[in-house]
């Protein structure tokens, strides 16, 4: 129960993708007075793997951290806004406007239409920082649109709260849409002054309709498949830990990738697989040859040395079993190409 509580809310943090807009003329026209905006650079840093169930709790929020789970991404950033005057050809400081942006975004595993709500706070503001006005701006790739709704114009010297509805065009089935990612813009104006902008994304998410269910996830997010209630596979896979094979172990180890390269996989189940069953597997009617990593991961065959995979022998229905329990995972994770995840053995 530890383990899957782990697994259900754990999230992996993201420095924000940002760049500030360099001032610019309005009209063409110089001007010696300018807004000028810098967002923050948090730093990259990783936790616990996250989503083992499609109704995992939303992504918690860090100041300045993009915080995913497999469904849900809370982005939390701060923005400074110079109020500058440029006198006899060096910038004086006028005022300056400090506030945060904190989005809440919700993905759905059954639909790839979905919403996102985010508040800008009141700003703290000195000298003239006091009157600067904001509009906001999203825009999405991927086959889906984005759709902002926020009272543009608003004036930084109070909160206010906008929304993102996304909506996706219908995707066929076994059709995967690129990946994607939201890009906000914001654009500050101050009567007599040039304006400002600044810009960052958010984590990126894939929509897709492979198994014939339509929805989307935040492919950065690792999940986790549970193989406990397959006796002689899930043995075999904790054996190997056992002797120090770490791929897939959600206990601190790197996480497989998914491959849909069906020419690949054979080639890598025959590279582990192309050998007699054993005397006694045969007598006890174990002659399924079942290999970890799978052979349907970038980490399968013989990618990885002797130490960090495995061949278990198993009864065919169990085999078969676990088949089905990864196409299962798949669907209701919408887990493809290259896509991160754990195993729970």
Request: proline share 5%.
């Amino acid at each position: 129960m530890r383990l899957h509580k782990l697994l259900t809310v754990g999230v992996v943090g993201f420095g924000v993708l940002a760049t500030a807009a360099a001032p610019s003329a309005v009209a063409g026209q110089q001007s010696d007075a300018q807004l000028r905006v810098s967002i923050s650079s948090p730093k990259r840093e990783a936790s616990a793997p996250a989503g083992s169930s499609a109704r995992a709790a939303a992504a918690s929020c860090t100041v300045n951290r993009i915080t995913i789970n497999r469904f849900s991404e809370c982005e939390w950033v701060t923005v400074h806004v110079d109020v500058v005057k440029v006198v006899n050809g060096r910038p004086v400081l006028e005022g300056t406007a400090d506030f945060s942006v904190k989005h809440q975004m919700t993905l759905k595993a059954t639909s790839a239409n979905w919403s996102e709500k985010f508040t800008v706070s009141k700003a703290r503001t000195t000298g003239k920082g006091k009157g600067v006005r904001v509009n906001v701006s999203a825009k999405s790739g991927g086959g889906t649109k984005a759709s902002v709704h926020f009272p543009q114009g608003h004036t930084l010297d109070s909160a206010a709260s906008g929304t993102v509805s996304y909506t996706t065009g219908a995707i066929a089935r076994k059709k995967i849409n690129p990946k994607a990612k939201t890009t906000y813009g914001y654009t500050f104006t101050k009567p007599g002054y040039s304006p400002g902008s600044v810009s960052y994304a958010s984590a990126t998410y894939r929509c897709d309709n492979y198994y014939g269910t339509t929805g989307c996830a935040i492919t950065e997010a690792p999940t986790a498949i549970n193989l406990i209630t397959l006796p002689r596979i899930s043995e075999g896979i904790r054996k190997l830990r056992s002797r120090g094979g770490h791929y897939g172990d959600p206990n601190g180890g790197k996480p497989l990738h998914w491959m849909i390269n069906a020419t690949q996989q054979k080639k890598n189940r025959q590279a582990v697989c192309s050998v007699p069953v054993p005397a006694d597997m045969r007598r006890a009617g174990r002659t399924s040859c079942d290999e970890y990593p799978f052979a349907s991961t970038y980490e399968g065959g013989t990618y990885l040395p002797t130490g960090q995979r495995t061949i278990t022998w198993v009864k065919k229905n169990e085999n078969d079993a676990q088949g089905a329990n990864i196409t299962n995972w798949r669907r209701q994770f919408h887990v493809m190409d290259h896509d991160p995840f754990y195993v729970i053995a």
